[in-house]
């Protein structure tokens, strides 16, 4: 049984086997598979649930090498192995099952969470795969937790691979408990970082909290819409009351939309449901209330027109972008409409059935789905 340091040359061989152990795991991925099925990636083993790179797998993973590793060399080495060891419980036990834990927490509790909703993971866009994603949260921004997990793990597997170089062939050599503290703290964060950490929207205020029906209100919150420059109206759906509202513009804390018709619930407080394109929702009751504005035709700018008149119209009525509001005349003859504005239409006398001389008929608005009252004018043939 050797009694010297570690030979190098049983070193740099266990380090080869390992590597090759290595890249036949990887190439068993791909055996068996039907001609046309696309094959994963040959990093796949480190990619999350969202196509990014894992931080707990990635750690996991290294810890696997690293142990891989000391074993081949102690086997090309020979040793007692009750004396080689004696050292490995409880500290590298601990030290080699901590990231295997957090990873299974972390998975188990990833799943778990975007089940029920309370946690939203998409795929990543861009197909690529970054170093930085170690460090990163969903978002790409720095994640504390992240940070600390990995450098504690970088630290504690230098520690090992150092020490273990400089011992002999006799066993593992002893580590120091509070080395396992600095690594198994982190792990824990790390993962209650995933237990308790949320990305499901929430809706905080809506206002104003009183609108007419086609006005902007604007739903403020967190994680209201994935957080890219390629962020679009389309992911989002709002609803008030259950009534569905035009949304105009999103960002990750602000959604702005068109109030919609709300029927009989108008002039009371409705709830507001957002709805995210990954599927959860969030929901802000007695949010906000559409007010049912009465719909009246006051008067026209004249008493008397001819056909092919402009005349203008002035009344309270909702100005629904999408629709333009009808001038209805006697036996459903349509004015054509030139413009119109909340309150306000323009419109020129269509010329009507036996029309020899002036006649007086009725005109209303219609404005959605709704009605004014009618009044009076005056028609006259046109001149010439």
């Known amino acids: ?47 999350g649930k969202d196509g990014r790179l894992s931080t707990s797998k990635t750690v996991a993973l290294a810890w696997t090498l690293v142990v891989a590793y000391i074993l081949l060399v102690l086997i090309f080495n020979g040793p007692d192995w009750n004396v080689a060891l004696k050292h490995l419980s409880p500290n590298y036990l601990l030290l080699l099952a901590g990231p295997f834990a957090a990873l299974v927490v972390a998975k188990a509790t990833v799943t778990t969470r975007v089940s029920n909703g309370t946690l939203i993971k998409t795929r990543a866009r861009d197909r690529s795969v970054r170093l930085a994603d170690l460090f990163n949260d969903d978002d790409g921004e720095p994640d504390l937790f992240d940070v600390q997990y990995v450098i504690f793990n970088v630290i504690a597997i230098v520690f090992v691979l150092s020490t273990f170089a400089r011992a002999s062939a006799a066993g593992f050599p002893e580590i120091p408990s509070g080395l396992v503290i600095l690594t198994a703290g982190p792990a824990a964060v790390y993962t209650s970082n995933k237990f308790f950490g949320s990305d499901a929207p929430i809706v905080l205020a809506v206002v104003p909290s009183s609108v007419r029906a086609g006005q902007l209100f604007t739903v403020t919150g967190q994680n209201l819409v994935l957080a890219t420059p390629a962020a679009t109206a389309g992911e989002v759906t709002v609803t008030v009351g259950g009534h569905r509202a035009g949304v105009i513009s999103v960002t990750p804390t602000s959604v702005s939309a068109s109030a919609p018709e709300v029927g009989p619930d108008a002039g009371r407080p409705l709830g507001v449901v957002l709805q995210t394109a990954a599927g959860p929702t969030a929901y802000l009751d007695n949010a906000l209330t559409v007010i049912d504005l009465a719909i009246e035709l006051y008067g026209a700018d004249t008493g008397t027109a001819t056909v092919a008149q402009s005349v203008t119209l002035r009344g309270t009525w909702p100005d629904v972008p999408t629709a333009v509001p009808l001038v209805i005349l006697d036996g459903g003859v349509l004015g054509d409409v030139r413009r119109h504005s909340e309150g306000s239409v323009v419109f020129v006398v269509p010329p009507l059935t036996d029309l020899g001389t002036t006649r007086t008929v009725s005109i209303k608005v219609r404005a959605g789905d709704r009605e004014t009252n009618a009044i009076s004018l005056s028609v006259a043939p046109a001149h010439g």
Not at 6 to 25: F, M, R, S
């Open 1 to 47: 049984m050797p009694s010297n340091p570690t030979d190098y040359g049983h070193q740099t061989q266990a380090a080869l086997i390992t590597a090759a152990l290595l890249v036949l795991a990887i190439a068993l991925t791909y055996a068996g598979r039907p001609r046309g099925v696309v094959a994963p990636r040959w990093y796949a083993v480190l990619l």
